[in-house]
Each structure stands twice: as structure tokens, then as C-alpha cells.
């Protein structure tokens, strides 16, 4: 007779997660939205309970959050353990069901007495609904048994989620959505460069096309994982989602967190991530920093070819058009004077600087910004101080060439003195100069690495956290040539992600519509490139560039001088459209905005009674007069103010009829701004309208 079901529950705003256990066997029944308080849950579970059919077990394998293969479960597991390299399954029993004391917790524990093993999943339900899983595994006595793989989420995924948008990508080409039908065969993704990398499968959509529900997904690991989907004959698919084992033979430990959020639709799914990473951001600075400073960043104005004479030009024209942060990009320190050489010698380069770092730093105080600089510390080039000085500190196999990647080689962290160095370097650097922000690189993958991967995760974790707390002011950014390292684990420690490198607007107004799909726009750097972009050598005209720049934390990475002057203005005039509506755009709700043309993508956040939109046209149009674009998030019986406003864009600003009437604002209903929508000049390429509306007193 089958042991009668205990349940426990979690219960967010709109979602609530039922776990079903039976004897030592453990489910999710439910994961969807809120069910009332005295939902009958056996009821529901009588609900969801199938017969036998036939070609299966006499009594047919659950599954569930720990699968048993002796039941017959031939689906995936959560955990995997071995004896003298041959497959141990322990017999997990004493099935344990607690609930925390703020009710936000589920846990469950088994033990398998004989091995000396007990395993622990939790499920915490937080900031936005969204639920973040970790497993947790304990080998008491050392009997030379090893866990060999153990996931952070084994989920069966609720029925009809049959369709899973994933974000395929490569260097430059970032966050390239795509959407895929669950078929038998499966899915897999894996990431095996010691960084999630650019499509590990780490953020996914699933998708319920009945009925519209989303289901989201995150790994936050900040190095290798494995992401996979199975299903089965019967047509229960499960999700697993895990990272290698720390060490071998370890005795305890506990995985990196998953997340999930369960959503009646896209903007709500959105909203609970942005709500999450929000959440995550006040706790990591509870004196929040100032508002996201306008950054002016000399990687694409000048690369390697600079001196202190011209950054301080540089800085002059930055100030000019309302930079605030002036952000010393890659090249400043001893003997690089190319990505070939210098990594490792963290101190400034004595031909370039000859009185150090001082005298620039106190010109851009004394314009007004702040001073940003960029380090790639867990890196090493062959060609610098530091490996003549230690040639052993880098991961390497003994005998073996050492392959470069980008000319350079990877640090071993792990070990103490050389996280050691790298903590007194970069607290001597920001103890000496009044540095408010780190752009913290990391541009190759890390190989050799013979299974040191997590430790390096974990030893990167521990730097930042030190510096972190030696320096709470400092904001760090993750970049890795672009979005190669952007989680919620890294998250932990950075104030902002550097979504790719790729600054040309068309690239760019997609790859921030995927990254914006999970992260709010204040942590998503986003920049004004030169014309011709130096990755697509396309041509863009200032107005399209700055406003795609807008819809992020927005900053310039371009030589001003090099403008004319009307683009000079063009420019410090959507600097000072930005700083007039940061504050709507960092801490509004995101809607991503859908338009039947291909090409344009369209994005508004509201906050309180002000919202602005952004439509980007990439393509050239199939129709002439494209369609209207709907907004959407507005109260519909609410009246709102509607303004263009300026600069506009050259050529399809004079398609407008009215303009005046544009300028001057319309007022409308919100029932009437998401149902008929705006139509708006976008049939030519490369032009973009930003959208501003205020609600009126009623
Ligand atoms: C990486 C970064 C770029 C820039 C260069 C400097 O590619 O992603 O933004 O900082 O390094 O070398």
C-alpha cells in the first residue's frame, strides 16, 4: 500500500509550489499560480495521478525531485556516486519535509545510512516569486565513496511547457534568441571554458503556447555547467541543471543555485527577475551608489594608442557632452602597449604615465567625473614581470606547451599567493587613487585546467569579496569579452554586466532585448560606438546610436573629437535625455514591446506616472507605412501625455505629419496607446523614435 502523501507548500504573490511526498519519494505536484489556502491538495493530487500503461514497471517510477533508478527510472538523476570507480546507488531513505519559520524555505533531507550519505535539496522563494534551488550532499565517513555529479535542479518540468527559448551566441554576437520545440530527442547545452560563456544554455524560456504561461530558468554559476532536457516515452520532460563536482572524494558541499520563476506571461516573467536582481543589488550595497553616471570609456576611441596628453584631452571632450565618469580602458599599465603583453604588471605603465595615474585622475576629478579602470587580473601574459618573476603561477601542465588564448595565459587563484598578490595589488590601486569602478575582464577560457575550474570560481568569488569589503564604494563590472560571464553568482559582487562587445546599434537593439528579458537596464552597460563600428564596419548615424545607447546604463566609448560637430551635439543632447529620465528607466517595470516588422525592436518602462519608449528600426521596412506600435503597461482609463521627444531622426522625422502636435504632446487614453497604438516613421533603416508620456492628473 502506498504511504499516504505529506505536502508542503510555498506561497508567493502569484506563485505558489506544492511538493508531494510519498514514503521516501518526493514531487513537485504543483508549480503555477497562487492556489488558495485550502486548496485540497490530496485532491490535487488525485488529480494528477496516471494509471499503469503498458511496457512500464507494475508500479510506475515517479521521478520527481530525487528519482530512484531501482524503481525502474530511466530518466536523469539528481545525484551520481561511485566506490573504486563503480556506480554506488544508495538507497535513500528517511525522507525529511521542513518548512522555514518565515515560510519562504522548503527543504527535504534523506540519508542513506549504510554509505554514511544524506543529501538535501531547499527551495527558497523570494524577491519577485522567483525560486532559487541548491542541493546540498554530506559524505560522513570517509569509505572512498565520491559523488561524481550532483545538480543544483532536477525539475520535472510542469506539462505543456513544450517549447524552450534559448540563447544561442559567440563573441560579439550575444544573447541570439531561439525558440525550439521540446521534441523527443532532447536538449543539452554546456559550458566548458571555466565562464558560462556566450550559450550555455544558463538562461532559458519555456514556454506554454496554450496558455501563455512562462517558466524561467537560471544557473548561477559562474563557471562550467551542463544544462539539459530529457524526455521520456511518456512525455514528461525533466530539466537538470548542474556544475562539476568541486573536488573529488569532497565531504560536503553545496551546489550553486538555480533559479525558476513561474509567470502567467513575458512582461510578468521579466518583472520577477528584474524584481529578483534588484533585490540582490540593494542587499550587495545597502547605501545605494548615485545614480548610473554616464560613462565615457576609451576602448573604442583609442584602443592602445594613447598618452597622458591625449586622455586628457580625451577627458575634456568626454565632460564637454555631459560625461560623468571617465573609464581608463585596457593599456595603461606596464609595458602594454598590446593585448600581447603586460598582463599581470598592475602598475602604470611608466612611458605612458610618467607621474603615475595621479595627475590624470585629478583632471578628471577636476572636470567633474569620476575615474574607472580596467583590470583583467585573473589573467597573466607571458611577456610581463610577473612570469619572468613566476612562470609556475599560471595553470599549466607540466611538460606541455602553454597555449595562449588572446596572447595571454590563466592565473592559478586558487592558490593563496597568488590571490594574495592580486588582493594587495588591486587594494594598493584603489587604496592610492580614488578609482569608483572597476570594468573587471576575463578573456580566455580557462585550460589547462584539469579539473581546478570550481576552485577557480571559488577563488574569483573570494577576491571580489574581500575587495568588495575592503572597498564597499567601488562599483566592478563583469565583462568578458562582452557577455561571456554574466550570472546572478557573479551578480553577487558587480554592479553592472558588460552585455557584449559589440557597439553597433543594429547588433546591439537586439542583444540588449534579450539580456533585458532577465536583467533590469540600470546594470546592462550600453554605449555610443564610433562610426564605422570597428567589429561590423557599418555605419550608423549618431541620433540611431545614442538612442539605442539610452535604454541601459549609458555611456560613450568614442573619440568626440573625431565627431563633427553636429554629431557632438546630437550626442550631449540624449546624455541629457538620459540623465533627465535614469531614474525612470533604472527603476521602472521593462515591457518588451512586440511590432509584426521583423526589424524593429520596440521596449518601454514605467515608472509611477512616466514612461518612455524606445522603437528601433534595424531593417528597411517590407511595408511603407509600418504598423502602429502598442504600448503597453499603461492604465488603460488613465490619460497620458505622448511627446517625441528631440533630437529627432533626420530623414523620418520629415515623414511626420503634425509635427508640431508631436512636440507640443497628444493626450490619450491608455486603452487607446495599447490597443490602437502610435504609428511612427520606421520604415528606413537604422531609425530609432524614443517615445515620452506622462499620466495626467485625473
Ligand atoms: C575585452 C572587453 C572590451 C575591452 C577589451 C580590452 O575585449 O570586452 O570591452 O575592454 O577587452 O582589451
Redesign the pocket.
Known amino acids: 500500500m502506498r504511504a499516504s502523501p505529506v505536502f508542503a507548500r510555498l506561497d508567493g504573490d502569484r506563485t505558489s509550489v506544492v511538493w508531494m511526498a510519498c514514503g521516501d519519494a518526493l514531487d513537485c505536484l504543483y508549480l503555477g499560480p497562487p492556489l488558495a489556502a485550502d486548496e485540497d491538495l490530496v485532491a490535487l493530487s488525485n488529480a494528477a495521478s496516471r494509471g499503469r500503461h503498458e511496457n512500464q514497471p507494475d508500479i510506475p517510477p515517479t521521478g520527481g525531485l530525487l528519482p530512484d533508478p531501482r524503481t525502474g527510472w530511466r530518466g536523469p538523476l539528481l545525484a551520481e556516486f561511485a566506490q573504486d570507480r563503480a556506480p554506488v546507488i544508495p538507497r535513500w531513505t528517511g525522507l525529511k519535509i521542513e518548512t522555514s519559520p518565515d515560510r519562504q524555505t522548503i527543504g527535504a533531507g534523506w540519508r542513506d545510512e549504510d554509505l554514511a550519505l544524506t543529501l538535501s535539496v531547499s527551495w527558497t522563494i523570494g524577491a519577485g516569486d522567483v525560486i532559487t534551488t541548491r542541493t546540498q550532499f554530506l559524505n560522513a565517513e570517509d569509505r572512498g565513496l565520491r559523488a561524481t555529479r550532483c545538480a543544483s535542479l532536477l525539475l520535472p518540468l510542469p506539462r505543456g511547457f513544450d517549447h524552450v527559448t534559448h540563447f544561442a551566441g559567440r563573441w560579439a554576437d550575444d544573447m541570439r534568441a531561439e525558440r525550439v520545440r521540446l521534441t523527443r530527442a532532447g536538449l543539452g547545452w554546456a559550458s566548458r571554458g571555466g565562464k558560462p560563456g556566450f550559450a550555455g544554455g544558463d538562461w532559458l524560456v519555456f514556454d506554454d503556447a496554450g496558455s501563455g504561461a512562462q517558466l524561467g530558468f537560471h544557473i548561477a554559476a559562474t563557471g562550467d555547467h551542463e544544462v539539459r532536457i530529457e524526455r521520456n516515452d511518456d512525455g514528461d520532460a525533466t530539466l537538470v541543471a548542474e556544475t562539476p563536482i568541486p573536488a573529488p572524494g569532497a565531504s560536503m558541499f553545496t551546489t550553486p543555485d538555480a533559479l525558476i520563476a513561474w509567470a502567467p506571461d513575458p512582461d510578468t516573467l521579466t518583472h520577477a527577475f528584474h524584481i529578483n536582481a534588484r533585490e540582490r543589488l540593494t542587499r550587495q550595497y545597502p547605501n545605494p551608489p548615485r545614480e548610473r553616471r554616464v560613462h565615457f570609456?576609451t576602448?573604442e576611441a583609442c584602443a592602445f594608442d594613447f598618452d597622458e596628453a591625449r586622455l586628457m584631452r580625451l577627458a575634456e571632450d568626454a565632460a564637454a557632452i555631459g560625461a560623468e565618469r571617465f573609464v581608463l580602458?585596457?593599456?595603461w599599465f606596464k609595458g602594454r602597449s598590446s593585448?600581447r603583453a603586460g598582463l599581470g604588471d598592475w602598475t602604470p605603465d611608466p612611458v605612458r604615465f610618467p607621474n603615475g595615474l595621479g595627475p590624470l585622475i585629478a583632471r578628471v576629478k577636476a572636470l567633474g567625473m569620476d575615474f574607472g579602470l580596467?583590470v583583467?587580473p585573473e589573467m597573466v601574459s607571458p611577456d610581463s614581470d610577473l612570469y619572468r618573476r613566476h612562470p609556475d603561477w599560471c595553470l599549466h601542465a607540466e611538460d606541455r606547451d602553454r597555449s595562449t588564448m588572446r596572447g595571454q595565459l590563466v592565473l592559478d587563484i586558487a592558490r593563496p599567493e597568488v590571490s594574495g598578490f592580486l588582493f594587495e595589488r588591486l587594494d594598493a590601486l584603489l587604496a592610492q587613487h580614488r578609482i569608483a569602478y572597476l570594468?573587471w575582464?576575463h578573456?580566455r577560457d580557462l585550460f589547462p585546467a584539469a579539473g581546478k575550474q570550481v576552485r577557480q570560481t571559488l577563488a574569483l568569488y573570494d577576491l571580489l569579496d574581500r575587495l568588495r569589503q575592503a572597498h564597499p564604494q567601488v562599483e566592478i563590472e563583469s565583462?568578458?569579452?562582452?557577455g561571456g560571464r554574466i550570472d546572478f553568482g557573479i551578480m553577487r559582487y558587480c554592479h553592472r554586466v558588460?552585455p557584449s562587445?559589440n557597439n553597433d546599434p543594429v547588433e546591439r537593439a537586439r542583444i540588449m532585448r534579450s539580456w533585458s528579458q532577465f536583467l533590469p537596464l540600470e546594470v546592462l552597460g550600453n554605449h555610443v560606438g564610433p562610426s564605422p563600428n570597428p567589429i561590423t564596419g557599418r555605419r550608423t548615424e549618431m541620433d540611431f546610436r545614442a538612442k539605442v545607447a539610452l535604454f541601459g546604463h549609458m555611456g560613450v566609448e568614442a573619440d568626440p573629437g573625431a565627431m563633427s560637430e553636429h554629431e557632438r551635439s546630437v550626442l550631449a543632447a540624449h546624455i541629457a535625455l538620459y540623465k533627465a529620465w535614469r531614474g525612470v528607466l533604472h527603476a521602472g517595470d521593462w515591457y518588451g514591446l512586440d511590432h509584426p516588422d521583423p526589424g524593429i525592436f520596440a521596449q518601454m518602462v514605467v515608472h509611477g506616472d512616466k514612461a518612455l519608449a524606445l522603437a528601433a528600426q534595424t531593417c528597411f521596412s517590407a511595408a511603407f507605412d509600418t504598423a502602429p506600435l502598442r504600448l503597453e503597461g499603461l492604465e488603460a482609463d488613465a490619460i497620458y501625455r505622448v511627446t517625441l521627444p528631440r533630437p529627432w531622426p533626420g530623414k523620418a522625422s520629415l515623414y511626420l505629419p503634425d509635427w508640431q502636435t508631436w512636440e507640443s504632446g497628444l493626450t490619450l487614453s491608455g486603452r487607446a496607446l495599447m490597443t490602437q497604438g502610435i504609428a511612427l516613421p520606421l520604415t528606413h533603416p537604422e531609425t530609432a523614435w524614443v517615445i515620452a508620456l506622462e499620466r495626467l492628473p485625473q
Not at 565583462?479 to 562582452?482: M, T, V
Open positions: 570609456n576602448w580602458d585596457d593599456g593585448d580596467w583583467e570594468k575582464d578573456n565583462c568578458s569579452s562582452g558588460w562587445d
